[in-house]
């Protein structure tokens, strides 16, 4: 008899792990899942991202310059930059730019390199990117030609083509722009080229030609290889550095020092115990005396409900007349009971009657009502009202008299 | 399980981490140690065992006390709080109360409730929630031990009850002289006193009782014949779910049923009650043990509306399974042309050959009000629309009329009177 009534602490935790068995194998499940994508995902969706492998990306090229002993070393800071060019004074530098400028001094130093000897490749689709980083040195040219259903054309490297790289691919293919720079390789039009030789390193505008998806067009592999590896002349570089400018440069040129630098070395402490206040507050305040009670609420119906609802069906039909004719037989049973005439008297007799015992025309129950509008409609059953009222007020005076 | 007590420590404790704020991880610790001490000192709420005491039957309204029995078998003095998850409707008061039970010792909660529905309102599970000596944290534990308490309807019709019982015993005194005839039986033989019908004269006990005082007219009484049956059938189908004014139509047929059974079975007549929808869902009888009202008003408090049409054709078939006398058969039903053409007016030719029919329902005065409103568009066509549905009721009530069937039709308030008065007259008349 004196057993507790709730059950055993191990038995409440067996029953309610086979009550959640399914949750549990499902988040463990999730868990798996999650780890596996997580392992399986290079984590580059960058465009012409070195290890990116869609279609926008450059993970093929990157993978041939590896297995030529080239190592490609990434970087979006121009500091990070700075520090690997002094140390490896021989390796190329490649800028892609892609929406961000880099630090004028920086691109003054790269244009120093570059008279030094150093290779520099400047790459942009986006030329206005170049001319600002050429001072406007030079200006925008034509973009590359397109085929009429926007497939790209075949562009040579030209007479005047100098660089071997170029003369070595002899053709290219890709979408892109190009700059009037008066010389240089893949001309597109007059004097506007795709690969040319500036005050600040090489420039090219076609990046569209190195990615997975286009490299194996025409030239554009031989290019590509000539340009970043073998073709460099400076044959001991074993790594080229990989420069892309991002928003990241920006945000260390602040000046300003940060004003939680001037905070009491008490505040973080306190901030985290405040946050621990915050956590013992939902605990305390959200646990709840037990499970959550229902009501089994029963079914209640409005019984006017179908009433109204037929009066607004009666409405939305416009059925003025019908209506009418509905008033005037209620009113009419209604007379008839009060003027005691019994079940079968004519709509003729009772507003007789009624004129009798009022005095005043009854007319209006006599014969079926001409009303086509709203405002009629109103009128009458107003009518039909007031007459009953002086009908029931004389019945009683009568009766009261008697 | 946490307490506010917790949540106040560590905001005070913020002032130590203000001054020395260094030693972070020290005031963690101590807070951390004084959470987890009380969570293992606290008595464990799951030695404990719930007694539920059984509830006495109550009526809405009405206050009631449910009182549940806690048994500390632990070692410990159990501290904390228990939780009484009774339905809301049930209405406790304080279903939260403050514990305390010495080591093995064992206390009364009592819980008080004030229902505010009938039927069976249950609590489905006790916690108890125990709390360290600290006050800091504890454990709380569920023990589903169900409660329930049985709650009977209003009955807000008892009022009429004296009044209609002296209508009753005014009728029983009327017919003391009453002729014999319908509706009446032999009741005793007593002396001529002046004034009484001659006709009531029995000439043979006269004879019988000559003595040598002289003549003495002797005179049958009569009285309301007695031990007739009523037979209550109440709709509990969808129709029943209707609100009307306030309350659902089944609490109105309720409540007329419980006058109607009350007074009936006061006039010694013998009363049978069946609730229907698809099938009968609840029986009470008078010739049951216990007084009958309170019989009847358990049996009705558990009828629930259910959302189906009714089967009126099983209740020839019923009816007659209860008796195979001519008896008062009342159906409380809704009148309204639809389901009564479809349900009811097919079988009552078979009711009606044997017995009396009543047929009681409810009259919405919201439809009146609504037949009134003549002021706007819109209020017309309603009015429209709700005159409609007064004609109809009416040509229903009529041809239940020229069935043979007495209609009794009211507000809800009024319903139970109404449908007393009803009995009264046909006991009156000797119809019954």
New interface residues.
């Given amino acids: 008899m ?8 191990p038995a ?1 935790v067996r029953r309610a792990a086979s009550r959640w068995q399914f949750w549990i194998l499902l988040l463990g499940l999730g868990l798996v899942v999650a780890l596996v994508t997580q392992l399986i995902e290079t984590g580059d969706s960058e465009t012409y991202g070195t290890e990116n492998t869609d279609l926008d990306g450059y993970a093929a090229l990157s993978t041939v310059l590896e297995d030529h002993g080239l190592e490609i070393q990434r970087t979006y800071s121009a500091q990070a930059a700075r520090e690997l060019m002094v140390r490896e004074p021989d390796a190329g530098v490649v800028v892609l730019l892609r929406g961000f400028l880099p630090e004028d001094r920086f691109t003054e130093e790269l244009a120093a390199e570059w008279e030094d000897g150093r290779e520099v490749l400047w790459i942009s689709e986006q030329t206005w990117l170049l001319t600002e980083v050429l001072d406007g040195e030079v200006s925008a040219g034509p973009r590359l030609p397109a085929g009429p259903a926007g497939t790209e054309e075949t562009v040579e490297a030209g007479t005047g083509c100098e660089h071997p790289a170029a003369q070595t691919a002899e053709s290219l293919r890709a979408s892109g722009g190009s700059l009037h720079t008066g010389s240089g390789c893949f001309p597109v039009g007059e004097d506007a080229f795709v690969l040319s030789e500036t005050s600040h390193g090489l420039m090219f505008t076609a990046p569209e030609a190195f990615t997975n998806q286009n490299i194996t067009e025409q030239g554009n592999a031989a290019l590509a290889l000539g340009l970043l590896g073998a073709g460099t002349g400076s044959a001991d570089a074993d790594s080229v550095i990989w420069y892309t400018p991002s928003g990241a440069d920006t945000v260390g040129a602040d000046q300003w020092g940060s004003p939680l630098d001037y905070l009491p ?2 505040f ?3 901030l ?3 946050l ?2 915050a956590a ?2 939902l ?3 959200g ?1 709840r ?3 959550v ?4 609420v ?7 409900e ?3 609802g ?3 069906l ?2 939305r039909a416009n059925a003025v007349a019908e ?2 004719e ?2 005037r ?2 009113h009419l ?1 209604r007379l008839s009971r009060l003027l005691r005439l019994g079940r079968g008297a004519e709509a003729g007799q009772i507003a007789e009657a009624a004129a009798r015992t009022t005095g005043e025309d009854a007319s209006v129950v006599a014969e079926p009502a001409r009303v086509s509008t ?1 405002d009629d ?2 009128t009458f ?2 009518t039909l ?1 007031g007459l009953e009222d002086k009908v029931t007020r004389a019945v009683r005076m009568q009766r009261s008299s008697e | 399980m946490l307490t506010y007590r917790t949540l106040w420590a560590a905001l005070a404790m913020a002032v130590l981490v203000v001054l020395v704020p260094g030693w972070f991880w020290v005031w963690l610790g101590l807070l951390a140690a004084a959470v987890l001490v009380d969570f293992f000192a606290c008595a464990s709420p799951r030695k404990v065992q719930v007694v539920r005491e059984e509830t006495r039957p109550t009526r809405i309204g009405e206050q009631a006390t449910a009182v549940t029995r806690l048994e500390n078998l632990g070692a410990r003095a159990l501290r904390g709080w228990a939780k009484d998850g009774w339905q809301p409707t049930a209405g406790a008061r304080n279903g939260l109360q403050r514990l305390r039970i010495g080591p093995e010792g064992s206390e009364l909660m009592q819980v008080q409730l004030v229902p505010q529905r009938r039927g069976q309102l249950r609590s489905e599970h006790l916690s108890i929630r125990s709390v360290g000596p600290l006050g800091l944290a504890g454990r709380q534990v569920v023990h589903r031990v169900p409660h329930t308490l049985q709650v009977l309807p209003e009955f807000a019709s008892r009022k009429h009850l004296p009044s209609k019982l002296r209508r009753l015993r005014e009728l029983d005194g009327a017919t003391a002289v009453q002729l014999p005839g319908a509706g009446t039986e032999f009741d005793s033989l007593r002396d001529y006193v002046r004034g009484d019908d001659v006709r009531s004269i029995d000439w043979r006990a006269t004879a019988r009782r000559q003595d040598a005082a002289g003549q003495h007219l002797v005179v049958r009484t009569w009285r309301p014949e007695r031990d007739r049956r009523v037979i209550l059938c109440l709709d509990a189908s969808r129709t029943s779910a209707a609100r009307i004014a306030d309350e659902p139509r089944l609490d109105a047929g309720i409540e007329a049923s419980l006058l109607l059974g009350a007074l009936a079975s006061h006039a010694g007549d013998r009363v049978e009650f069946l609730s229907f929808a698809r099938e009968v869902t609840a029986r009470a009888s008078s010739s049951e043990r216990g007084i009958f009202l309170n019989v009847l008003s358990t049996a009705v408090s558990r009828v629930e509306p259910a959302l189906v049409e009714a089967d009126f054709s099983q209740l020839p078939g019923e009816v007659s399974a209860i008796t195979a006398h001519k008896s008062l058969v009342v159906i409380l039903t809704a009148v309204d042309s639809p389901s009564l053409h479809e349900g009811l007016l097919p079988v009552l030719p078979a009711l009606t050959a044997k017995h009396r029919v009543v047929v009681a329902s409810v009259r919405s005065p919201e439809l009146v009000e609504q037949a009134a409103d003549r002021r706007t568009v819109s209020g017309v066509y309603a009015a429209a629309a709700a005159e409609r549905s007064i004609i109809e009721a009416e040509a229903a009530a009529a041809e239940l009329g020229a069935m043979g069937v007495d209609v009794v039709q009211a507000v809800p308030d009024q319903l139970p009177a109404a449908l007393a008065d009803c009995y009264i007259r046909l006991k009156a008349t000797g119809k019954l």
């Fill in positions: 004196s057993a507790p009534t709730a059950a055993s602490a409440a070395g008490w973080w402490p306190l985290w115990w405040l621990l206040c013992v507050a605990l305390a305040a646990r005396y037990g499970p009670v229902s009501e089994p029963p079914v209640v119906v409005p019984a006017a179908a009433t109204v037929r009066g607004r009666y409405q209506t009418a509905v008033l037989s209620a049973l709203h409609l109103v059953a107003q009202a």
